[in-house]
């Protein structure tokens, strides 16, 4: 099932790259049914908080109508990063699963542990390389595109 949702997730980052936004897309699950998708929306509303992950978050917590989004999982392209980190711990997200590794600011693990950190009210239990490839191969492109537009 997981690589089903991730799926989903990628479908949102796909998305997001059609309109110029860098494609990142999540997905979140409660009780095996899909309650939100996010994809980044920073470009089209000019605002920092506008992760895929966010958008999401803030999706399926009007359709709860609640912040606590206890026993749901979230599915993401990639690493989130703290302020993400931060929203899905102060959500109360049982799980993330993400598909690439961001080595320079990802806050599972590859950067900062901040969903395992223990000073926090809740811990998120997370699994990353899902769909890795397919989830890393869309960002590098993307960028691999982007710098080959500004040398022309």
């Given at each position: 099932?997981?690589?089903?949702?991730?799926?989903?997730?990628?479908?949102?980052?796909?998305?997001?790259?059609?309109?110029?936004?860098?494609?990142?897309?999540?997905?979140?699950?409660?009780?095996?049914?899909?309650?939100?998708?996010?994809?980044n929306l920073m470009e089209k509303t000019?605002?920092?908080?506008?992760?895929?992950?966010?958008?999401?978050?803030?999706?399926?917590?009007?359709?709860?109508?609640?912040?606590?989004?206890?026993?749901?999982?979230?599915?993401?392209?990639?690493?989130?990063?703290?302020?993400?980190?931060?929203?899905?711990?102060?959500?109360?997200?049982?799980?993330?699963?993400?598909?690439?590794?961001?080595?320079?600011?990802?806050?599972?693990?590859?950067?900062?542990?901040?969903?395992?950190?223990?000073?926090?009210?809740?811990?998120?239990?997370?699994?990353?390389?899902?769909?890795?490839?397919?989830?890393?191969?869309?960002?590098?492109?993307?960028?691999?595109?982007?710098?080959?537009?500004?040398?022309?």
């Open positions: 099932m997981k690589e089903e949702y991730m799926r989903l997730a990628i479908l949102q980052a796909k998305k997001a790259e059609k309109k110029d936004e860098v494609p990142i897309g999540a997905v979140i699950v409660l009780n095996g049914k899909v309650i939100a998708k996010g994809k000019q605002m920092a908080t506008r992760h895929a992950e966010m958008v999401a978050i803030d999706k399926a917590c009007k359709k709860l109508k609640s912040w606590r989004l206890d026993g749901a999982e979230i599915y993401i392209t990639v690493e989130p990063c703290a302020m993400c980190a931060g929203a899905i711990a102060n959500a109360r997200i049982k799980k993330v699963y993400f598909g690439a590794y961001e080595h320079k600011s990802g806050c599972a693990v590859s950067k900062y542990p901040v969903l395992s950190d223990n000073g926090l009210n809740h811990t998120v239990e997370y699994e990353g390389g899902v769909l890795q490839e397919e989830c890393e191969n869309l960002l590098k492109n993307y960028f691999k595109a982007k710098r080959k537009a500004k040398k022309s």
